[in-house]
């Protein structure tokens, strides 16, 4: 069975899933995040050369601000949605309130040096990816997607909603391309016959709980 670590930063949160047969990232990580991994990789035993793959949600500048870099260190395959890629290029065109997303990831691509990742695969929803089918969750950004692992029945479910202080909620306004399809996606989700949901934004709880926070999101909406 495959081990699953989060690996928490000050903002963000992404995941490492740890097979027999090589290591899998989910998003990239933001500032500290290489650091992090690598401490990570050593606790199971693991190096950066045993990562064969990093997984993009979306492409969002706290997902893929390492990605660049970690390819090159660890010589992995990137896979990303197809329908995000002018968001991993740095090529999107904000609109209505999200044009402050626009202006933040701007800026943070410049101070924060942002290169560019090249990009090995622009995958579809329904594609399977080392044992993770890509479910699509829209509206956070138009690729904004979601990693299904079958075996355990666990959603890596990217920024669809946030949990940091116990009571869910959809992205603000101001980060969505289309904020009534991220709100369609979030009940989307809660229809799936899930164990648990993995969140890049959220408080530490388990798998299962968070579920719950989803499912009640949605009766919610």
């Not at 044992?131 to 669809?160: W, Y």
């Amino acid at each position: 069975m495959p081990q699953i670590v989060p690996l928490r930063g000050l903002i963000v949160q992404h995941h490492l899933i740890i097979c027999d047969d090589g290591v899998d990232l989910i998003d990239g990580g933001f500032m500290g995040g290489i650091d992090r991994i690598q401490k990570v990789l050593r606790k199971h035993g693991k190096t950066l050369s045993d990562v064969r793959s990093i997984l993009l949600t979306h492409g969002h500048l706290d997902h893929t601000l390492n990605v660049a870099k970690l390819k090159k260190l660890t010589k992995c395959r990137v896979y990303a949605p197809r329908a995000d890629r002018d968001h991993v290029m740095g090529r999107h065109q904000y609109c209505g309130w999200a044009k402050v997303a626009g202006w933040l990831e701007k800026m943070g691509r410049f101070l924060l040096r942002f290169e560019t990742p090249e990009i090995d695969h622009w995958f579809e929803p329904g594609e399977r990816i080392h044992g993770l089918e890509v479910i699509a969750l829209p509206g956070h950004t138009a690729g904004h997607c979601g990693f299904l692992q079958s075996e355990t029945g666990l959603l890596f479910a990217g920024d669809l909603f946030t949990d940091h202080f116990g009571k869910p909620s959809p992205p603000p306004a101001i980060l969505n391309d289309d904020s009534a399809m991220a709100r369609a996606s979030i009940r989307t989700a809660a229809g799936l016959d899930l164990e648990g949901v993995m969140l890049n934004h959220a408080r530490k709880s388990e798998p299962s709980q968070t579920l719950l926070s989803l499912i009640d999101l949605a009766d919610d909406l």
